[in-house]
T-cell receptor
Framework: RKEVEQDPGPFNVPEGATVAFNCTYSNSASQSFFWYRQDCRKEPKLLMSVYSSGNEDGRFTAQLNRASQYISLLIRDSKLSDSATYLCVVFTGGGNKLTFGTGTQLKVEL | SAVISQKPSRDICQRGTSLTIQCQVDSQVTMMFWYRQQPGQSLTLIATANQGSEATYESGFVIDKFPISRPNLTFSTLTVSNMSPEDSSIYLC????????????FGSGTQLSVL
C-alpha cells in the first residue's frame, strides 16, 4: 500500500461546479497535512494546510479525518483557473519526512 | 516565503554526460532539498543538502550518482552524473523557511531529457 494515495483523475467539471478530492495515508503517526497545487510544467505551490478542525480559505475547504486516515479538499464555484493537479502531502515528524501523493488532476471546463 | 532561482530550466543531454543544476535562494535558509518528479509520478526526495557537510541521501540515491554541494545558506547544486535515459525527469530544488520541513517552497524546476 502506498503511503499516500490519491485518485489520479482527471476530474472534468463545468465552471461553477463543486468538486471534492480525497487522499488517504497509511502512517497513523503522521502529524501534518497539506494540499499543494501544481500547474502543468510548473513547480508545486502550497495551497493550504489541513487542520483537525477543518479549515477554509475562500472557495477552498480542507478537512482531516484522523480516525479514517484521510484528508479532503473541497473546491466550490470552480473557476477555469483552478485547473491543475492537486497534491496531497503528509508530514511524519518521527522521520522528519514529507510524502507526496501522485496528485489528482482537475480540469474545469466552460 | 522565499524566492528561489533554479537553472537551467531545461536541458537535453547525451547519455554518459553529467549536468549540474543550480539553486539560488534570496535569503538564508537552513533546510534545502532536492526532489525528482518523473512523468506521472509523485515527488521523490533525493537528498537533503546540508551546509558545510555531506548531503543526506534517501534510500535509492547515492552520492556518486547525485553529488550535491551546499557551500553556504543560500546556494546549492545537484549534479546528475553519467546520465542515462532513466534519469529523464524534472528536478526540483526546495527550501523550508519555518524551522521544519513541513512547508516547502520550490524552485521552478529543471526539465531534463537524456537521449
Amino acid at each position: 500500500r502506498k503511503e499516500v494515495e490519491q485518485d489520479p483523475g482527471p476530474f472534468n467539471v463545468p465552471e461553477g461546479a463543486t468538486v471534492a478530492f480525497n487522499c488517504t495515508y497509511s502512517n497513523s503517526a503522521s502529524q501534518s497535512f497539506f494540499w499543494y497545487r501544481q500547474d502543468c510544467r510548473k513547480e508545486p505551490k502550497l495551497l493550504m494546510s489541513v487542520y483537525s478542525s477543518g479549515n477554509e480559505d475562500g472557495r477552498f475547504t480542507a478537512q482531516l479525518n484522523r480516525a479514517s486516515q484521510y484528508i479532503s479538499l473541497l473546491i466550490r464555484d470552480s473557476k477555469l483557473s483552478d485547473s491543475a493537479t492537486y497534491l496531497c502531502v503528509v508530514f511524519t515528524g518521527g522521520g522528519n519526512k514529507l510524502t507526496f501523493g501522485t496528485g489528482t488532476q482537475l480540469k474545469v471546463e466552460l | 516565503s522565499a524566492v528561489i532561482s533554479q537553472k537551467p530550466s531545461r536541458d537535453i543531454c547525451q547519455r554518459g554526460t553529467s549536468l549540474t543544476i543550480q539553486c539560488q535562494v534570496d535569503s538564508q535558509v537552513t533546510m534545502m532539498f532536492w526532489y525528482r518528479q518523473q512523468p506521472g509520478q509523485s515527488l521523490t526526495l533525493i537528498a537533503t543538502a546540508n551546509q558545510g557537510s555531506e548531503a543526506t541521501y534517501e534510500s535509492g540515491f547515492v552520492i556518486d550518482k547525485f553529488p550535491i554541494s551546499r557551500p553556504n545558506l543560500t546556494f546549492s547544486t545537484l549534479t546528475v552524473s553519467n546520465m542515462s535515459p532513466e534519469d529523464s525527469s524534472i528536478y526540483l530544488c526546495s527550501v523550508a523557511t519555518m524551522g521544519t520541513n513541513e512547508k516547502l517552497f520550490f524552485g521552478s524546476g529543471t526539465q531534463l531529457s537524456v537521449l
